[in-house]
Each structure stands twice: as structure tokens, then as C-alpha cells.
Nanobody, 126 residues
Framework: QVQLLESGGGLVQAGGSLRLSCAAS????????MGWFHQAPDKEREFVAAISRSGGNTYYADSVKGRFTISRDNAKNTVYLQMNSLKPEDTAVYYC???????????????????WGQGTQVTVSS
């Protein structure tokens, strides 16, 4: 099992940047593909980005491709989401998640991610 804690959210103007971090407990962090999701008020949780266990493979939602970058440091048990050129529609609570079943790699369904953090609020003003 792994516990996750996000940080780095805040209020930023459109066009600005934020870097989210997700710190994981436990010694098996490198076993898990990791993902970022976001959820706006009255909307379903949506996939943002994911990264493989080694960090060598990533994939993104079309809405963030070219603006956001996911990365991880297995020595620090941390996954990051660098968000550039932020837009008001990026406003949401952002969650990191760990995927226990590596056969689910490539899927964007939040139900195939097993462990979740509490979330961090990102607000982008116009």
C-alpha cells in the first residue's frame, strides 16, 4: 500500500505556471505507475497525465498536451506535474494516484488507479 500527499497548488493568473508535487510513503513507490487527475466543481474526475514506473513513458490528456509535464524521482518517492500556460479552465482540485495493476497501463479511467491523495486546489484567474 502507498499513501500520497499532494502540494503546490494555489492561485495563479492565466498564462502562469505551477508545479505540483506528490510525495509517497513506503518503499515500493517505484513499483507503481502514477497519474494526475483533476476535478472541477460539479464535474467528474478527469485524467490529466500518467507516467510509467521508470519514468520513461508518459501520456497526457489532449487538453494539457504541450503545456503540462509529468515527471518522477523514485529516489525521493515523488511525482511532479509542471503546469505552464495555465488557463482558467484548468481550475480544479488536482489529485495524484498510484496504479497497482501495471496491466492497466495506458488507461485513463480513474477506476484503474488504486491509491489517491487528498488533492490540492489550483485556481487560475482570467
Amino acid at each position: 500500500q502507498v499513501q500520497l500527499l499532494e502540494s503546490g497548488g494555489g492561485l495563479v493568473q492565466a498564462g502562469g505556471s505551477l508545479r505540483l508535487s506528490c510525495a509517497a510513503s513506503g518503499r515500493t513507490f517505484s513499483f507503481y505507475p502514477m497519474g494526475w487527475f483533476h476535478q472541477a466543481p460539479d464535474k467528474e474526475r478527469e485524467f490529466v497525465a500518467a507516467i510509467s514506473r521508470s519514468g520513461g513513458n508518459t501520456y497526457y490528456a489532449d487538453s494539457v498536451k504541450g503545456r503540462f509535464t509529468i515527471s518522477r524521482d523514485n529516489a525521493k518517492n515523488t511525482v511532479y506535474l509542471q503546469m505552464n500556460s495555465l488557463k482558467p479552465e484548468d481550475t480544479a482540485v488536482y489529485y495524484c494516484a498510484a496504479q497497482a495493476d501495471v496491466s492497466e497501463w495506458g488507461r485513463r479511467d480513474p477506476n484503474v488507479f488504486d491509491y489517491w491523495g487528498q488533492g490540492t486546489q489550483v485556481t487560475v484567474s482570467s
